[in-house]
């Protein structure tokens, strides 16, 4: 066996030993974290409880990033590149319905997306890290980040607030769970692999009156209905199809009466999609048929787009190398190249600025049945996935550094 060989062989038994010895209180933490959840650029008992658990193991802490966020430190034996990987730590409105000791205690409110795992598992990773300072040169930069559920993002604030600094990363690396794995299991998809994702708000305005007499108004229910189906032609006869494309309105707010037809319709939903140019293109043709549709009508129509997070591109290069560590650390048999999802991820912001991977982490126990779905009451995980986090994140770290 070449030396080289020898020496990562005994470096991931050493970081799986760290995974096993760290995992009861990195489990505490993880729990602490779920009990107490708070929502978007709210999170400051949980950045605090995050750079307490930090600083007593020495790993320094720059605080109050964009509001909450914290960005920590593991330099290494001597200079050399700079990596820099990221978990997040908002929860959202939801209310708990799982019976389980570390429930949360914050009424209406619970990490139902993981993100109490990723803030854990990061700390983990740190701590994993700055066991092994001497075994890498360079410097590991821990980025604890706010609001990723909430717009315009906390990676984007943060960037916006010299995050790094005159040490930026050569590199960027995230994970998040992933309910359909297993747990032991890592996911990665190299290029595209998340939607942007954009709110549309339109309120169409006409006159309203009797229903047993419409002649006598606009009607803005009939007129925002048009307008509903013709914005899907976008969709399904103008994107290109090899672009995927999503358009969902989730909201109609038309307060009228069974005999009255109201004077203004809102609606309000979410537009997706892979590629940025088409995206641009998309917003000008949506805008247009609409105010179109309105005016023929005799209508006015009010169209606002919030422009939220990019697509999610992983670099190739980066995410090959990070399937082949993973692989050599997880075994061949974990590793699974995942599909596209138009769901979206803050962490676009940074992938477009740094070359970064965001793979997936398995959560599901192999001899229960959890009830697993992302953004739902019930979310919960195997919590054995959080030595898998903590180890994988730290082989990935080391493995891009030495």
């Not at 299991?185 to 006409?206: H, L, N, P």
């Amino acid at each position: 066996m070449p030396e080289s060989t020898e020496i990562h062989m005994n470096l991931i038994q050493t970081i799986k030993e760290l995974s096993e010895e760290l995992y009861p209180e990195i489990l505490e933490i993880r729990r602490h974290l779920h009990k107490h959840p708070e929502l978007s650029f709210q999170e400051h008992e949980t950045a605090a409880f995050i750079v307490r658990s930090l600083e007593k193991e020495g790993i320094p802490c720059r605080q109050e990033i964009a509001g909450t966020g914290i960005l920590a430190e593991v330099a290494g034996r001597s200079e050399g590149k700079i990596i820099a990987l990221r978990a997040d730590m908002d929860a959202l409105p939801i209310r708990e319905e799982n019976d389980v000791e570390y429930k949360s205690q914050n009424e209406g409110l619970m990490h139902a997306c993981g993100h109490d795992v990723h803030a854990a598992s990061l700390i983990g990773t740190a701590r994993i890290l700055k066991k092994l300072s001497n075994s890498f040169r360079g410097k590991v930069k821990l980025v604890f980040q706010p609001g990723e559920e909430k717009a315009p993002g906390g990676a984007r604030l943060m960037l916006e607030d010299n995050l790094f600094g005159d040490e930026e990363p050569e590199l960027m690396i995230a994970q998040h769970v992933y309910p359909p794995m297993f747990t032991g299991q890592a996911g990665f998809r190299e290029g595209k692999y998340m939607a942007s994702c954009d709110e549309i708000y339109i309120t169409v305005r006409g006159t309203g009156g009797h229903a047993a007499m419409p002649h006598q108004t606009t009607d803005s229910v009939l007129i925002a209905s048009h307008i509903l189906l013709a914005l899907q032609q976008i969709v399904s006869r103008q994107a290109e199809a090899s672009t995927p494309t999503v358009l969902s309105f989730g909201r109609m707010i038309a307060d009228g009466a069974v005999n009255v037809i109201p004077s203004e319709v809102r609606m309000e939903g979410t537009f997706r999609t892979m590629d940025e140019d088409w995206r641009k293109d998309a917003h000008k043709r949506m805008m247009n048929m609409a105010h179109s549709i309105a005016e023929s009508m005799g209508a006015v129509c009010e169209f606002d787009i919030v422009e939220g997070y990019p697509a999610l591109y992983n670099d190739p290069e980066i995410t090959r190398k990070s399937m082949e560590y993973a692989a050599s650390y997880l075994g061949k048999e974990a590793i699974e190249e995942i599909d596209i999802r138009m769901t979206a991820e803050d962490f676009a912001f940074f992938a477009r600025k740094y070359p970064s991977v965001l793979y997936r982490l398995g959560v599901r126990s192999r001899d229960k049945q959890l009830p697993l779905e992302l953004h739902t009451p019930t979310f919960n995980i195997d919590e054995e996935a959080l030595k898998t986090g903590m180890g994988t994140m730290a082989w990935l770290a080391l493995s891009h550094l030495i």
